[in-house]
């Protein structure tokens, strides 16, 4: 007989060793968005494991009475209620670090990508227009020896800044305060004002919180290079999107990299998505299969300790 009940919440299939590995301690109950079964097991639950950002709130919280642990895979736990769950003196478990090389890889990849044209010049390569070289045509923007700003010095942005060391950047960084770490890696502390403005690439990777909520808006993207990419690798509610939308319909920026939306995914008819000179992924930023594997095992980690009443090994609040 199973030692805990856990509420797995996820409205897609966990990664494949997730539930295998929960199971062999725990009984599941499978959360379900259309169809309230779940609802009347929750007194026997013990521990949350929450997967791809489903929300979870006080009052889920509340009817829970047995409620030890909620276990996020992944590090952002925007979608979890973290004042809430202190209130209630309920650990709340993430997964930081493991996935900090692969979050930066791909925010230098959307850098890339965006400076040098390279999603719009497959397209372009492949279609029937691509007829004979032009040395004058789809001229990006230059990388090296440019100035990076990253907004959020946690360790995604340290990890950012160690790739830009290897293009012989300029980093600047804005964060709550300045890191000590920002010295290793060359990084000047900046307004974010000035970042913006000084910037030939800027790059997003604070969390989402209160404070960084809505923080890219009109005014923000006014303040940018006319040359400049924008990329953003922590979540969509970072930039307003409609005052996104109006900068790059007039062109204002040379490009915005997306990760993330808001909302995600965005309608499929979303008007930023039929700009050239915007590249969006869906939500790439930790997705390697050697990351996938250490998130899968860290967040299980997390979840069976909180289980047992121990210190979770990494723990947001
Ligand atoms: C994270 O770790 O926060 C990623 O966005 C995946 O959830």
């Known amino acids: ?11 897609v299939e966990p990664y494949r060793t997730i539930l295998p590995m929960i199971e062999q301690k725990c009984r599941v109950v499978r959360w379900r968005p259309d169809d309230d079964a779940w609802r009347g097991e929750l007194a026997d639950v013990d521990g949350i494991y929450v997967y791809a950002h489903i929300k979870i709130s006080p009052e889920l919280m509340d009817s829970i009475p047995k409620l030890k642990v909620i276990s996020n895979f992944g590090v952002g736990c925007d979608h979890v209620d973290l004042a809430a769950a202190k209130e209630r003196g309920i650990p709340v478990g993430n997964t930081p670090n493991v996935l900090d090389g692969a979050t930066a890889d791909i925010t230098f990849a959307l850098l890339l ?78 307004a974010l004002e000035e970042l913006l403005a000084e910037s030939d690439f800027v790059a997003l990777n604070m969390p989402l919180t209160d404070e960084t909520k809505g923080m890219i808006g009109a005014r923000e993207l006014g303040l940018m290079k006319e ?91």
């Open 113 to 190: 990508a965006g400076a040098r044209n390279i999603v719009t010049g497959d397209h372009f390569a492949r279609g029937p227009d691509f007829l004979e070289y032009d040395p004058s045509f789809m001229l990006g923007q230059e990388v090296h020896h440019q100035t990076l700003g990253i907004v959020g010095m946690g360790n995604i942005g340290y990890q950012v800044a160690r790739r830009a060391m290897g293009f012989d950047m300029k980093i600047l960084y804005h964060n709550r305060k300045p890191s000590p770490r920002a010295e290793e890696v060359g990084a000047r502390y900046v």
């Open 227 to 317: 040359s400049a990419v924008l990329v953003n690798a922590a979540r969509g509610g970072v930039i307003d999107h409609d005052a996104l939308l109006e900068t790059m319909r007039v062109g204002k920026l040379h490009c915005a990299a997306l990760d993330v939306t808001e909302p995600e995914p965005l309608p499929r008819n979303h008007p930023l998505l039929e700009l050239d000179n915007i590249i969006v992924i869906p939500h790439l930023g930790s997705a390697t299969e050697q990351t996938r594997q250490a998130m899968s095992s860290r967040s299980v980690e997390n979840l069976l300790a909180g289980l047992a009443g121990e210190e979770l090994l990494s723990r947001i609040v």
């Open 1 to 11: 007989m199973a030692e805990y009940t856990v509420l797995v919440m996820a409205e």
